[in-house]
């Protein structure tokens, strides 16, 4: 029987490759996210260990010490994920640009082709009229609706192409060699666009809520390399902390906030992030309570 997997293209590849390492990060930071639930509970436990007195402080130590570790070791491993995530983004530009150019270069290639064929025939053609004819006649035919001359008044038969008159849609025909040609400079421009297209690395969002905010293409597109997820939910973390701190009848107040995020070269600008709360102090003068990073 024949094999009828077909092997992906490089550009096709590329991309892959880039999912690969998306998913990857995203597999990490789940598992991060629950070490850090599991690392309060092993806390907890062990200093009630210590207290029960069945267990010692070193022993606790250690066990809250490893979940640390752990969490770090995750961390580590999601910043390296993001670095090579960069260079796969920018390694697919550079592969389909050249797939595209190779494309471009079919294109001309074959338009070659196809007026060296028509040589002979412009050559017969010539031969005929006592004139010498060149692959531009090609491109004379017309299309649509014309009519004779307007100034010599003589019909559309007996008119060269600056003396015909066009209707509002007349035009002319593109012979399949001007397609090719046509295509070839498309290709060349989309594969200049790459060349010169960097990774989208720097942004900011304005959301009602977290989940708003991590549902956005930025952190939901492979190709768009925004902050860490977990440094988003670390960075909301403590702020949300010190509100409840500071000021706890705010704390409640779920989808009457804005959160502000910012980033620049794929890191979080903590200080220019915020969870502002609109319309909460008028009484100072100030019509948004705004919280930054935690102090």
Known sequence: MFNNVQTPSPTEAAKTEIIRLFQIESDLTGKRRQKILDLDAIRHAAAEGVVDGTAGIEDAAARVAQRQTEVAAA?????????????????????????????????????????????????????????????????????????????????????????????????????????????AKGLEAKALALEEREVLLDGSLNRPTLAAVLAEEHFTNPEIVAPAVHVVESWAAAVEARIRRDRPELAGRVGQRSYRITWRNGELQVGHCSISFPGVNYAAGDPTFTVGAAA
């Open 75 to 183: 961390e580590e491993a999601i910043a390296i994920t993001r670095q090579r995530r960069v260079k796969a983004i920018q390694e697919r530009f550079k592969i389909e640009a050249r797939e595209l150019r190779a494309s471009a270069a079919k294109c001309r290639q074959d338009a070659v082709d196809i007026l060296k064929r028509c040589e002979p025939l412009l050559r017969k053609l010539s031969d005929l009229q006592g004139i010498t004819y060149d692959s531009t006649i090609l491109l004379a035919q017309r299309n649509g609706r014309w009519t004779g001359s307007y100034i010599t008044g003589a019909p559309i038969e007996e008119c060269n192409p600056m003396e015909a008159t066009g209707d509002i849609n007349a035009g002319y025909l593109a012979p399949r060699s001007r397609e090719l040609l046509n295509q």
